[in-house]
């Protein structure tokens, strides 16, 4: 075979393997690129970030307006969501209080939050003492109260517990006092433990929906 011609066949050669090369290599970019990135790391704030989301417990309860609320519900927006009751003395008012003031550090560039009172005591929980108590905080606060097994099994779902006790002829609660955060899709993304600042709040709250946010823009 003429020495020109073998010149030009492996010159070729060389060209397909090279555009070969190049077009895997942009495809390994693009599967890396559509990794989802892994949640913050964000102990410094008490928060841990799940990498996917937690299904809550089926459920029907009373919001309260007295409507009808299923876990369908809570899709499309984020909520902070907590166990605790209204005649709690304390841990309740104490984490309204200060839901309420990171809701106001929160940037109006980011979506607005929920906070969700899931009720422990049901029996004197009724939905117009959530409203008269909730209404304090603002409009965003709501909660739910209904039957006690779905209440439990929604907070079991939430890592939450809560147990109830007679002491001289009152009813006292005991549950857990951590935050969890739900995404739009309805599931726990992450659980807040305390102690609770409105600033720590606020700052978990703004990185954990850049994160979900890079991850929803890099799925798409």
């Given at each position: 075979?003429?020495?020109?011609?073998?010149?030009?066949?492996?010159?070729?050669?060389?060209?397909?393997?090279?555009?070969?090369?190049?077009?895997?290599?942009?495809?390994?970019v693009?599967?890396?690129?559509?990794?989802?990135?892994?949640?913050?790391?964000?102990?410094?704030?008490?928060?841990?970030?799940?990498?996917?989301?937690?299904?809550?417990?089926?459920?029907?309860?009373?919001?309260?307006?007295?409507?009808?609320?299923?876990?369908?519900?809570?899709?499309?927006?984020?909520?902070?969501?907590?166990?605790?009751?209204?005649?709690?003395?304390?841990?309740?008012?104490?984490?309204?209080?200060?839901?309420?003031?990171?809701?106001q550090?929160?940037?109006?560039?980011?979506?607005?939050?929920?906070?969700?009172?899931?009720?422990?005591?049901?029996?004197?929980?009724?939905?117009?003492?959530?409203?008269?108590?909730?209404?304090?905080?603002?409009?965003?606060?709501?909660?739910?109260?209904?039957?006690?097994?779905?209440?439990?099994?929604?907070?079991?779902?939430?890592?939450?517990?809560?147990?109830?006790?007679?002491?001289?002829?009152?009813?006292?609660?005991?549950?857990?006092?951590?935050?969890?955060?739900?995404?739009?899709?309805?599931?726990?993304?992450?659980?807040?433990?305390?102690?609770?600042?409105?600033?720590?709040?606020?700052?978990?709250?703004?990185?954990?929906?850049?994160?979900a946010?890079?991850?929803?823009?890099?799925?798409?």
């Open positions: 075979m003429d020495r020109s011609i073998r010149l030009t066949l492996f010159a070729l050669l060389l060209i397909v393997l090279l555009i070969f090369g190049l077009v895997v290599g942009r495809q390994v693009l599967v890396a690129s559509h990794e989802p990135a892994p949640p913050p790391e964000l102990s410094e704030l008490n928060t841990y970030v799940y990498d996917r989301g937690r299904a809550l417990a089926e459920f029907t309860l009373t919001d309260e307006n007295g409507e009808a609320v299923t876990r369908e519900n809570l899709k499309g927006r984020w909520t902070f969501a907590f166990v605790g009751y209204t005649n709690c003395p304390d841990i309740c008012p104490a984490t309204l209080s200060t839901l309420r003031r990171a809701d550090l929160i940037s109006a560039e980011l979506p607005q939050p929920d906070y969700l009172l899931i009720s422990a005591d049901p029996d004197h929980d009724t939905p117009a003492k959530l409203k008269a108590y909730l209404d304090f905080f603002g409009p965003d606060f709501h909660g739910l109260t209904g039957d006690v097994e779905d209440l439990r099994a929604l907070a079991k779902s939430l890592n939450a517990v809560f147990a109830q006790r007679k002491v001289d002829g009152m009813t006292l609660v005991d549950h857990s006092a951590h935050l969890a955060l739900l995404g739009p899709e309805g599931t726990m993304v992450a659980v807040l433990q305390p102690p609770h600042t409105p600033e720590g709040l606020a700052e978990a709250f703004r990185r954990i929906y850049s994160w946010k890079q991850n929803q823009e890099g799925a798409g």
